[in-house]
Nanobody, 125 residues
């Protein structure tokens, strides 16, 4: 079955950096658009970043543009989210997601077929 497993979350001070990884199995990874979303208690899941199948196209939420970078390694079936200049408001559970699509990226959570279990990112001030 399809599995998406996130790692790399943790506690970091404001201004610091983290790199999240999401390892995929049970699917042909290069056929899938990948996305990162985040959620805090009592709030809707929020789009963060997306990348197309080849990695040639990316899109970001305005709140993270210039600070976060999404990338993928199709040989390793892994998508990454490099987060820099972290702010306390970036604190959330971060989820990766996959959808079989030929689009340049997907920003809407309901479009995704598969989700990971999430990894907590906490940014202290």
């Amino acid at each position: 079955q399809v599995q998406l497993v996130e790692s790399g979350g943790g506690l970091v001070q404001a201004g610091g950096s983290l790199r999240l990884s999401c390892a995929a199995s049970g699917l042909t990874f290069s056929w899938y658009v990948m996305g990162w979303f985040r959620q805090t208690p009592g709030k809707e899941r929020e789009f963060v970043a997306t990348i197309n199948r080849s990695g040639s196209s990316t899109d970001y939420a305005d709140s993270v543009k210039g600070r976060f970078a999404i990338s993928r390694d199709n040989a390793k079936n892994t998508v990454y989210l490099r987060m820099t200049s972290l702010k306390p408001e970036d604190t959330a559970v971060y989820y990766c997601a996959a959808v079989q699509s030929v689009s340049l990226g997907e920003t809407v959570s309901s479009r995704y077929d598969y989700w990971g279990q999430g990894t907590q990112v906490t940014v202290s001030s």
